[in-house]
């Protein structure tokens, strides 16, 4: 990791508009985008104002550098779990003043779970341009967007059963991919390569690095030629249907058997996560 930056940005997330495209891109490069709270609040501020933004037809979330995100920040100086922010996915009580299981799934259902399926219902359609590292946390952000562009380098991974947790918070696996191939996708918590991801229905292009973020725009585009009730119904649709097909009710269900291992590591292990941190992780899957 670069020591080049001494203080974080004023704003970990970058909003531009290109037309009728909002271009949201995180900035946290040297750390490989992991996601501390701040940014995850920068990112729903962004999604917010492509919403209100009646030019806007079409999104794209983007990551800066080489990585699009390597998931939840776990070990940045910049990590803030333990800091209040102003709640905004639902009504649980502010964690930071809690203990245990009290804190962990307040927060959690706050700015993993309750985020992710607010941005799913963002009634504009969303791209994720993706390069380098998807891990974790960034699929949650990858799966919450309708159509993902991958890059040629790009490559995807959940290995957080390793610290004896059964995925992240937002449960698309079996969705998103068919099932024997989630299970063996968190079994083995091996990295799933753009090809791979492409061949499985998980994503729905794949494209040389240099030629990403010109694609991605391309398409969104063209996306944006489409009415806008149009889209917003279309997306509506597809989502009720995932739905009914037990997305909503199973992530409910998954996100239960989550922290149940969180509260068996604290019990059992040194922390929450079963002792592994960044250093640790990379070194068991390398």
């Known amino acids: 990791m ?10 970990p997330v970058r909003y531009e508009r290109h037309g009728a495209v909002a271009v949201v891109t995180m900035d946290r ?16 501020r962004a999604l917010y104002r492509a919403a209100d933004d009646n030019e806007v037809k079409v999104v794209i979330l983007a990551g800066a550098g080489k990585h699009f995100s390597a998931g939840h920040d776990i070990g940045t100086p910049e990590r803030d779990a333990h800091l209040p922010f ?15 299981a009290e804190s962990r799934y307040a927060r959690e259902s706050e700015v993993y779970l309750g985020m992710c399926r607010r941005w799913r219902e963002l009634p504009k359609p969303v791209i994720a341009s993706v390069q380098g590292a998807c891990v974790a946390g960034g699929l949650m952000l990858a799966w919450v967007c309708d159509l993902i562009v991958a890059s040629e380098d790009a490559f995807f991974a959940d290995p957080v059963v390793r610290m004896g947790i059964p995925g992240v918070e937002y449960f698309a696996h079996p969705w998103v991919m068919p099932p024997r191939i989630a299970k063996e996708f968190l079994y ?6 753009a090809q791979r991801a492409y061949e499985v229905g998980m994503v729905n292009r794949v494209v040389p690095r240099a030629e990403l973020a010109d694609h991605t725009m391309e398409l969104a585009n063209r996306i944006a030629d489409m009415p806008r009730l149009g889209l917003a119904l279309t997306k509506r649709a597809v989502n009720q249907a995932e739905d009914l097909q037990g997305m909503h009710a199973g992530m409910d269900s998954v996100f239960g058997l989550h922290h149940l291992a969180h509260a068996h590591n ?3 292990a040194k922390d929450s996560l079963g002792g592994m941190d960044v250093r640790a992780m990379k070194e068991a899957s390398a």
């Open 188 to 193: 083995t918590g091996d990295r799933m390569s």
């Open 86 to 100: 102003d709640r905004k996915a639902g009504l649980w009580w502010d964690h930071s003043d809690k203990q245990g």
């Open 266 to 268: 604290a019990e059992t």
């Open 2 to 11: 670069s020591a080049a930056r001494t203080a974080p940005p004023a704003e």
């Open 29 to 44: 490069p040297d750390y490989r985008n992991a996601q501390n709270s701040a940014m995850t609040y920068a990112l729903d």
